[in-house]
């Protein structure tokens, strides 16, 4: 009897045994690591060693992949802040972290890893002020002013500096945490020209100021934009070349005087219309100037403007062979007209009105 009985003992002691042993296999399989960001590395940042924090469900050895790395290299169970080694200027969109560990039995192993990639963030030097923005541009209509620039690298937000007088700096009104790069500036007042500078921003400060940029809002201009350090608009109505000149002259300015080929081709391509221009021979017949007079210091270039004239690539000023031709004794005025020509027109005569193109000095 008790034979049987021990018999009977090692038995139920083999199954239990047996249980517990598959039972443990079937819990082992279904080991795994994962890990998981906590908290993300604030970008951009002037930190060179930021703290990382990551969770994981094991323990492991740590290995790092793309452009970071670390001396931490154990991961304990839970939420594990690690201090990445000096990184130097830039952005970093790489950096990846794998805990791995090996878990062993008598008869098997099984190696364990789970992986993540650090969130994008940026690195930047806060001893280097930050560049000014590139292409400042404004246009202006309806008592509204619309400005974009291009944006700046590492620039969390800009500072908008404007006034009515040229000369505009960062002791000039500011408007302040811009977070694109344009904004439209509203309910100004018509009659008068506004001057701006952008500049970018962040923890460090506000960078370097960019060019100035320009509009003017009048009741005779329909539109007005920046090019090459100056405002150029747009009148509103036709009128005489006279009158044009009198109202341009009347806000400071003169009609448009095409100093360079490109300048001619901007203001034909941004406006599209035939247009008075500054050239006129109103004094003596044939010899031409413009309005303000200007003589720049170009070799002849701007001033080159009569019959014939040429811009420096060879192509021509005027509407080749045709113009300026003094129609009926009375042509004393310059138009810009279709692929940016010249043609000579009656200044004063009511029934011959065009657009105006008023410029303005910045």
């Given at each position: ?95 990846t972290i794998t805990v791995s560990k090996t878990i062993s039995t008598e008869n ?98 506000t960078g370097t100021l960019s060019s100035v940029a320009g509009a003017i809002l ?116 310059a138009l810009i007209r279709d692929g940016g020509v010249w043609n000579d027109f ?17």
């Open positions: 009897m008790k034979n049987y009985l021990l018999y009977y003992l090692l038995i139920t002691l083999s199954i239990i045994v047996n249980s517990c042993s598959e039972g443990f296999k079937e819990e082992y399989l279904k080991i795994s690591i994962v890990i998981k960001e906590v908290t993300a590395i604030t970008t951009p940042t002037t930190d060179t060693t930021p703290d990382y924090t990551f969770s994981s469900t094991e323990s492991g050895a740590i290995t790092y992949g793309g452009s970071c790395s670390s001396s931490t290299t154990i991961a304990t169970t839970g939420n594990n802040t690690i201090t990445l080694n000096t990184l130097s200027v830039g952005t970093y969109a790489d950096c098997s192993e099984k190696k364990l890893s789970g992986s993540l990639t650090i969130t994008s963030f940026t690195v930047f030097d806060n001893t280097t002020t930050l560049s000014a923005p590139d292409n400042l541009s404004a246009s202006g209509a309806n008592n509204t002013i619309i400005l974009t620039w291009n944006s700046v690298s590492g620039a969390t937000s800009y500072t908008l500096y404007w006034g009515n007088v040229s000369g505009i700096d960062n002791s000039d009104t500011p408007i302040t945490s811009i977070t694109n790069d344009n904004y439209t500036h509203s309910s100004l007042d018509n009659g008068s020209i506004y001057y701006y500078k952008v500049a970018a921003v962040n923890s460090s400060g009048a009741q005779n201009i329909q539109a007005s934009k920046t090019f090459n350090g100056h405002i150029y608009a747009l009148t509103s109505a036709t009128m005489t070349w006279s009158t044009a000149a009198a109202a341009v002259s009347s806000l400071g300015g003169y009609l448009a005087t095409l100093n360079t080929k490109a300048e001619n081709v901007w203001i034909w391509n941004q406006f599209e219309t035939p247009v008075w221009i500054g050239a006129n021979d109103r004094a003596t017949e044939g010899t031409w100037v413009w309005d303000n007079g200007t003589t720049s210091d170009d070799g002849g270039i701007s001033d080159n403007i009569s019959a014939g004239a040429r811009w420096p690539d060879g192509t021509v000023k005027w509407n080749t062979g045709i113009e300026p031709n003094n129609g009926g004794g009375q042509e004393d005025c009656r200044c004063n005569n009511n029934s011959y009105k065009l657009y105006g193109i008023f410029e303005f000095d910045l």
